[in-house]
């Protein structure tokens, strides 16, 4: 009850309401205690601890109609124990617990000012204007119980910090990705330096050194624009661009530079195995076949993940076809594009000039040409600089 809300009807079914009343029938009329009234509208009856008869009630109710039969059909138990005929409720499952409205000092939360002082104490003086918080990002990612937290608008980097510092704190394996428009160079020189030295360590300007969380990861990528209009060149420079991607999909990032004994790059591939789990990435096709005949007379554990180029859809099963419980095969770049043709906007009927239409394989990776593949090995998401320290995977956080 609340003496603020409108006074409307409530309709309790019959064999729902539990009570403490005697048996017997009582009569429609006011209720309620000195604070408020109730009113019953129609007679109802009790019996067994139970009102066998629907009762009709009139007061300043907090629920209404609708989200009372709502709770009923979640099965929360509605009450009614004494004759002041005021409902009350106990839910089987309440709400998770949300932030309040103002947070402050009383919930273990630091100040702004707090925060630019740490991050002073890490960067430097002028380092970022106004950043969060730390312990405020750890009150708020408590109220969660995600694997990967996500932050769109990354600043200063508080929410990796939080994230790295709150596994330190509880052993938990939270991982994070943070974007950044790097409007005046801030991914290079805040978000990323400042995490940076959060896990290798630094030394405050009083003296005093902070221990890094080394037991974490860090890499930066840039993104970049690749013509969705599929030529031979186009695709081939998609499937190369897209291989950072791939990394960050199967969360896999430890490079091998031999696959059974065969270099990777000059063969037109690219290895990846963090000894849980492996990747192929083969970029030139005719590698494909010396990679099945070392796939034959390898035991495997588990399937590699292999991303094959293709300029259709096939990934070349028939050729896999007696290693096929050695690989998990996908085409590239057709998985990226039907992935994007569910989010992008159809693109406009244009006419393409006849230099866009040559097949150019210029970008493939061949022959003994290590130095051009790694150069051309770049990356939609192309890796600007990294720290690899601890013994997790690369990007976990």
Partial sequence: MNQTNNEHILIFPANVVDTRLENGVYSKGIYGTKSYHIDLLEDTEVKDGFFISPVILRGKFKWGQKNLDSEIAKGTKISIKTKAFSPSYEKNEYDPEVPWNLIN??????????????????????????????????????????????????????????VMQLNAEDGGHRQCILCTN???????????????????????????????????????????????????????????????????????????????????LENGFRFFDDGKKQMLIIYNEEAIYTIVDALEDMDMAKPIITYVFSPANDPWNTEFESVSDKVRLTALPAAIYN??????????D????????????????????????????????????????????RGEA
């Fill in 105 to 162: 000092r009383s919930f273990g939360v630091d100040t702004n000012e707090v925060a630019s002082s740490q991050l002073r104490e890490i960067l430097g003086p002028h380092a970022f204007d106004f950043p969060k918080p730390v312990s405020l990002i750890k009150y708020l990612i408590n109220f969660i119980s995600a694997e990967i937290i996500l932050d769109f608008f990354a600043g200063s980097g508080t929410t990796l910090h939080a």
């Fill in 182 to 264: 790097n409007e005046n160079g801030i991914c290079e020189n805040v978000t990323y330096e400042r995490n940076k030295r959060v896990i290798e360590g630094y030394t405050k300007p009083n003296g005093e050194y902070v221990e890094g969380l080394h037991d974490n990861n860090l890499r930066y990528y840039r993104t970049a624009f690749v013509s969705r209009r599929r030529t031979p060149q186009n695709m081939r420079r998609l499937m190369l661009l897209a291989s950072d991607m791939l990394c960050i999909k199967d969360n896999i990032y430890t490079e091998v530079n031999e696959f059974a004994g065969m270099p990777t």
């Fill in 339 to 348: 992935a994007y043709k569910r989010v992008l906007p159809k693109p406009k």
């Fill in 350 to 393: 244009s006419l393409i000039k006849e230099d866009e239409d040559k097949v150019t394989d210029n970008v493939a990776l061949q022959g003994k040409g290590t130095k051009a593949a790694e150069e051309n090995l770049g990356g939609l998401f192309e890796v600007n600089d990294e720290v690899t320290l601890g013994t997790k995977e």
